[in-house]
């Protein structure tokens, strides 16, 4: 296959006419696409009472690859009640994670009983019965309650609160195994765990460095932003140890110049090992420094721990830079240059950051970077996790999170004159390890797919396999559906955000609240989020308490709620009636004034890590691919990186050549906690060598339960494995290495 040699462009276009077709037509899926509903995938904040296809500054048409994979899933036909009799578990654990989103809309409840190999259909009353007779009998710390970003703020608040009042505080999201890092690193920090900017800000700066992450494949429409920058002059800094096509050149269909001719995106590309990241970033800071580009009055007035930053970058040998990193000087003199120069700076990161053991130590050390010249506190400059799930930061403003904040918890007993629990609750990772330990019963997984999120799989089928009941509100199959199995499982079918009978509400990753009003349902059978927790909370806690439970599955009755207890929600009272999205205010900083005790921004310390690896121990990170969104996989082809198949593992040339390898050679992965096998070599020169990529959720089997220590985000873009060939492929060749097997 012809190697792709830009993002976007008339293939991206030839997709939409794809996709259209297959559900029913281009006019059909754009009536679809157009509605006033927030965009289903990414937090960039596309949608709402703007129209579909249109981003909080009003322009129009943006729409990525990712949202409409997301809307033809929910434009699926139904699964048919004899799937469930014709498939056996051990049959569905054989599906491909394509193969599971694949098998159509969910629109029956089911439950997979005890020592049965078959779901089977049981009605919405008997689902309500059974699950809520089960948490009737255990006590509510032996339960935990996950969350998926793609939930409504709305969901996510009563869900919750159901939680707490029920007695624990087991209450967690997908964040942990993405972006808490981020929240824990800006809050430390910054005192606030956001984006400092508004979209205009990107849009505005002169330089932007782009850490960690690949926007092309995971976030589309940031394109059109960065295109925005470069076409103003400005520059963008890509950091990657994968040079990844969308960000050499990308073509973004809205724009025809951009479409016929492409956009040059990165116009610095610098490829670190991986791990090398914090290193880097003092490198940077030191290079910066030592050129006299730094602004002291900044430092002076609005930082505190400046001076203890500065000696210890100061004291740091260029050679540990160098060796740690493994960029050169000269690289880095180049980044800090281009950095003194500028004058309004943006600093972008994904999860090439937070996926570390020091995930929440690279954060601090990018704000430290953007603080050494006052980059944070004026417009066109801050920082912005570029986060994924599209409502992951709503959810975490609505409270879903083991600890509450202070003035949440206050005012939530104030406003409903309830006891909440002050027991310390489980982060997700700390979940499934109680789980494992067998002092966890009962769990309940707002969408997402839990099992498919954890590192090391193997471990987490097993800790799912202890619960008594394991309840799944979904609206396709997925991995989790075929592997985390409870001894009891239910899968209940959820209603997709733009189907709901009620009008909802999302933020974005710009802090920026939007109104999806719903639509019709495309099948009979499914419900909204609400109307199930709430039947759930009445059926478990009974209406003649503090609360009445079912008249919450009245969305404007939570929104009300939410108004009087969410500090910044003030405006979401009346939202449903005046249609009015708003900005999240106290979040955005253009002034150098910060919500920490002493007003000022906190610089970090820190020891840069050793570099892991070397010789026959690859450095691996684990990605999504181009047709790929978090865990739910699209397409089977990767075509910005030229691969159709997902049982790969891409090297560096000299890595194959040095490890004895060959192309499209079957091989045995291995990690400390797993292996795979039969999984194919490709020679993959973009790709630091050193350093090797497999695809998650599948290389999550290989991925051990190391951890970020202050945000227990797990280290999926740092992981030592060695690669071993089959005894019958062991030929003695000149100058070949033969690899050992344990």
């Known amino acids: 296959m012809p190697k792709v040699k830009s993002g976007g462009g008339f293939r991206a276009i030839w997709y939409t006419l794809k996709k259209s077709r297959e559900v029913g037509g281009i006019w059909k899926m754009f009536q679809a696409m157009r509605t006033k509903n927030a965009c289903k995938t990414c937090a960039l904040g596309m949608g709402g009472q703007k129209g579909g296809m249109v981003n909080e500054a009003g322009s129009w048409p943006e729409f990525c690859k990712k949202s409409l994979q997301a809307m033809a899933a929910d434009m699926q036909g139904a699964i048919k009640p004899e799937f469930w009799s014709t498939y056996s578990v051990p049959q569905l654990q054989q599906f491909s994670p394509l193969d599971l989103e694949t098998c159509g809309r969910l629109t029956q409840p089911v439950v997979l009983e005890k020592g049965s190999q078959y779901y089977k259909p049981i009605s919405w009353e008997d689902a309500f019965a059974r699950i809520t007779s089960k948490l009737k009998q255990l006590t509510a710390n032996e339960t935990f309650w996950y969350f998926s970003g793609r939930s409504s703020n709305e969901a996510g608040f009563l869900l919750q609160l159901f939680a707490r009042l029920y007695g624990t505080n087991n209450v967690n999201n997908c964040s942990f195994y993405c972006h808490q890092a981020s929240g824990v690193g800006l809050t430390t920090s910054l005192g606030t765990g956001t984006a400092t900017v508004t979209l205009e800000d990107v849009e505005k700066a002169d330089l932007v460095f782009l850490i960690g992450g690949n926007p092309p494949s995971n976030h589309p429409r940031l394109m059109s932003s960065l295109m925005m920058v470069r076409n103003k002059g400005g520059k963008v800094v890509a950091i990657n140890p994968v040079i990844e096509t969308g960000l050499v050149n990308f073509r973004i269909p809205s724009n025809m110049w951009s479409l016929f001719f492409g956009t040059k995106v990165a116009s610095t590309y610098v490829q670190p090992h991986i791990g090398g990241d914090l290193a880097l970033l003092v490198g940077i800071a030191k290079r910066v420094v030592e050129l006299k580009a730094h602004d002291e009055a900044y430092l002076l007035d609005h930082c505190e721990g400046a001076d203890a930053w500065l000696a210890k970058i100061a004291a740091t040998p260029w050679d540990e830079i160098e060796r740690k990193s493994g960029v050169t000087i000269g690289e880095i003199d180049d980044m800090a240059r281009q950095y003194a120069a500028a004058k309004r700076v943006n600093f972008c990161w994904t999860m090439g950051i937070t996926h570390h053991a020091n995930g929440v130590e ?198 009300e709620a939410i108004s009087k207890v969410v500090p910044g929600f003030e405006q979401l009272a009346t939202i449903g009636e005046t249609k009015q999205e708003f900005q999240i205010p106290g979040r955005t900083f253009h002034k150098p004034k910060f919500p920490t005790p002493s007003g000022k921004a906190i610089m970090h310390v820190h020891q840069i890590p050793e570099l892991r690896g070397g010789g026959e121990q690859l450095r691996l990170m684990t990605v999504r691919s181009e047709g790929q969104f978090n865990t739910v996989v699209y397409e089977t082809e990767d075509l910005y990186r030229n691969q159709t198949r997902r049982d790969v593992i891409l090297l560096h040339p000299d890595d194959v050549q040095r490890l004895g390898l060959e192309e499209n050679q079957q091989v045995t992965i291995r990690s400390e906690v797993g292996e795979m096998k039969n999984i194919l070599v490709r020679p993959y020169p973009e790709i630091r060598a050193g350093n090797a990529l497999m695809y998650y959720p599948e290389a999550n089997v290989l991925v051990p339960r190391t951890a970020d220590p202050y945000s227990k985000t797990p280290a999926f873009k740092n992981v030592l494995v060695t690669i071993a060939v089959p005894v019958a492929q062991q030929v003695t060749t000149p100058g070949a290495q033969l690899l050992k097997i344990s």
């Open 362 to 559: 690279n954060v601090q050390a990018i704000v430290n970077l953007a603080l050494l010249r006052g980059m944070i506190g004026k417009e066109g400059c801050g920082v912005m996790p570029i986060r994924g799930h599209s409502n992951v930061q709503g959810i975490g403003s609505m409270g879903v999170t083991p600890k509450l904040k202070d003035s949440v918890f206050a005012a939530l007993e104030r406003e409903f004159a309830v006891q909440l629990p002050t027991t310390k609750g489980l982060d997700t990772l700390g979940c499934m390890e109680e789980s494992f330990a067998g002092r966890l019963k009962f769990g309940l997984c707002l969408g997402g797919n839990l099992y498919g999120s954890n590192p090391e799989a193997t471990f987490a089928a097993a800790s799912l396999a202890k619960l008594e009941t394991l309840v799944y509100l979904s609206t396709t199959l997925n991995t989790g559906h075929a592997h985390g199995l409870g001894q009891e499982t239910f899968i209940l079918p959820m209603l997709a955000r733009d189907e709901e009978p009620q009008s909802t509400t999302q933020e974005s990753m710009f802090n920026y609240v939007r109104l999806s009003d719903g639509g019709p349902a495309r099948h009979v059978g499914p419900k909204s989020e609400v109307e199930v927790v709430a039947t759930m909370a009445s059926q478990t806690l009974g209406d003649q308490g503090p609360i009445d439970w079912s008249s919450m599955q009245n969305t404007g009755k939570i929104r």
